[in-house]
Antibody
Framework: QVTLKESGPALVRPTQTLTLTCTVS??????????VNWVRQPPGKALEWLAM???????FYNTSLKTRLSISEDPSENQVDLTMTNMEAADTATYYC?????????????WGQGMLVTVSP | EIVLTQSPGTLSLSPGERATLYCRAG???????LAWYQQKPGQAPRLLIY???SRATGIPDRFSASWSGTDFSLTISRLEPEDFAVYYC????????FGQGTRLEIK
């Protein structure tokens, strides 16, 4: 049973850069052939896929947000970071990390509990 | 990107009734990589169905799904109190997208 947990700041100021960390409870991201996705959900709204990194280090991004997103991994800590630049109020959302399955790695079969990030002056 | 349109927006039913939720894709979904998730208030989504018709591990058999062309559906045969939630479809192939959700509420 893999568990994922998000961490990071609950409040960021407009124009700041957000960095969130997903800690995965496996011995090794690479040995487990883990793919980790990030998904967000503004309050009362639908889910939006953001990015994915696989165990080989290949990275995939939402095309609409690609210029603002960066995903990276720290294999020694079993952590995956998501960075989003130039935050604005519309980025207020609960941010989830999730394990990716299926042929492409975008089937989300285990989720973290989520973390609410508020963008406010 | 593939746009997914879910209907209805809200479905009001009673426990024991049958529920059918719909998801229409704006274009063909490759290899039927269509998934359904359930989300309860304050919780993360939970995977119910993948590859259009396959139940995920531990999902009761009252949940079933089907598809025809670009139209997908999720059926709950007899609603239990714990089934009232928001349901999302997702195309899990290249450049994944989600539908806007259907809220299943108690009538």
């Amino acid at each position: 049973q893999v568990t994922l947990k998000e961490s990071g700041p609950a409040l960021v100021r407009p124009t700041q850069t957000l960095t969130l960390t997903c800690t995965v409870s496996v011995v090794s991201l690479r040995n487990a052939q883990m793919r980790v996705n990030w998904v967000r959900q503004p309050p009362g709204k639908a889910l939006e896929w953001l990015a994915m990194i696989d165990w080989d280090g290949d990275k995939f991004y939402n095309t609409s947000l690609k210029t603002r997103l960066s995903i990276s991994e720290d294999p020694s800590e079993n952590q995956v970071d998501l960075t989003m630049t130039n935050m604005e109020a519309a980025d207020t959302a609960t941010y989830y990390c999730a394990r990716g399955g299926g042929n492409y790695g975008f089937l989300l079969d285990s989720w973290g509990q989520g973390m609410l990030v508020t963008v406010s002056p | 990107e593939i746009v997914l349109t879910q209907s209805p927006g809200t479905l009001s039913l009673s426990p024991g009734e049958r529920a059918t939720l719909y998801c229409r894709a704006g274009q063909s979904v490759r290899s039927n990589y269509l998934a359904w998730y359930q989300q309860k208030p304050g919780q993360a989504p939970r995977l119910l169905i993948y590859d259009a018709t396959s139940r995920a591990t531990g999902i009761p058999d009252r949940f079933s799904a089907s598809w025809s062309g670009t139209d997908f559906s999720l059926t709950i045969s007899r609603l239990e109190p714990e089934d009232f939630a928001v349901y999302y479809c997702q195309q899990s192939g290249w450049s994944p997208t989600f539908g806007q959700g259907t809220r299943l509420e108690i009538k």
